[in-house]
């Protein structure tokens, strides 16, 4: 019997990777760089400085550095003008493909500027600020500020949003893009997922990112507690930057 519909997917955590602070950073800088939307001829030097820094004297373990060199290679073969339509055909016209962390915490709702100025105090918190006219809840800033910093704060930031996290990574499974094994390498970073975290992971990934709501409450649904690594060789100006003391 044809069925011609079907609940979204939730897929199973990753394994949790050991990694060295540098290591971590690797990753996340690399997942930053490769989740923005690629330029015009920007692609090129970012698959290089990621390629190069996987086969730098450091390395990763396999398990984190395969997803990362499996999109490489997906991309090199793709091109760079493929590769900029599906970035575009998968984050901007799919709901639960969406790389602001807020979103999948609060949706299109009157909570979301609060949420958004939540993320912009956690990075001046940490001693940084935006360079771009980028949200500062775009899991790219986050996770560049993750690799350059250190800072407690982005582990508070990603911990606090990692439903979110899971969501995009599941939607992006079930969309077959090779954005999912950045998002995967990302997770194997994070803290174990417990059963209760599990619990909401699949209940967002069934309903959705939130809808708007009756009243205003001043609390926001996650955690605003504000809570140093090198950039990358060759990959262009950061998202954020470190404000002077």
């Known amino acids: 019997m044809v069925s011609f519909i079907r609940a979204p997917r939730v897929l199973e955590p990753p394994a949790q990777v050991d990694l060295e602070p540098a290591q971590r950073a690797t990753v996340h800088m690399a997942a930053s760089l490769l989740l923005d939307y690629p330029d015009e001829g920007t692609l090129g030097p970012r698959l290089d400085a990621v390629e190069a820094e996987l086969a730098g004297p450091a390395g990763l373990p396999a398990a984190v550095a395969l997803p990362l060199e499996e999109f490489v290679a997906i991309a090199r073969e793709r091109g760079e003008r493929t590769m900029a339509e599906h970035y575009v055909e998968t984050f901007d016209r799919r709901r639960r493909c969406c790389l602001y962390l807020t979103y999948y915490a609060v949706g299109d709702t009157r909570h979301r500027g609060a949420a958004i100025l939540a993320f912009k105090q956690a990075l001046a918190a940490a001693g940084y600020e935006m360079t771009s006219d980028e949200?500062?809840?775009?899991?790219?800033?986050?996770?560049?500020?993750?690799?350059?910093?250190?800072?407690?704060?982005?582990?508070?930031?990603?911990s606090s949003h990692r439903e979110g996290i899971e969501v995009l990574r599941s939607a992006l499974?079930?969309?077959?893009?090779?954005?999912?094994?950045?998002?995967?390498?990302?997770?194997?970073?994070?803290?174990?997922?417990?059963?209760?975290?599990?619990?909401?992971?699949?209940?967002?990934?069934?309903?959705?990112?939130?809808?708007?709501?009756?009243?205003?409450?001043?609390?926001?649904?996650?955690?605003?507690?504000?809570?140093?690594?090198?950039?990358?060789?060759?990959?262009g100006q950061p998202a954020v930057q470190e404000v002077p003391s």
């Open 135 to 158: 949200l500062p809840d775009y899991l790219p800033v986050v996770l560049e500020l993750s690799a350059r910093s250190g800072d407690e704060v982005a582990d508070a930031l990603l």
């Open 173 to 235: 499974a079930d969309a077959d893009s090779p954005y999912g094994l950045l998002v995967e390498a990302v997770s194997m970073t994070l803290p174990r997922i417990d059963e209760a975290t599990a619990e909401r992971i699949r209940a967002l990934v069934a309903a959705g990112p939130p809808t708007e709501t009756v009243g205003v409450t001043d609390t926001l649904p996650f955690p605003t507690l504000p809570a140093k690594h090198p950039v990358m060789p060759g990959i």
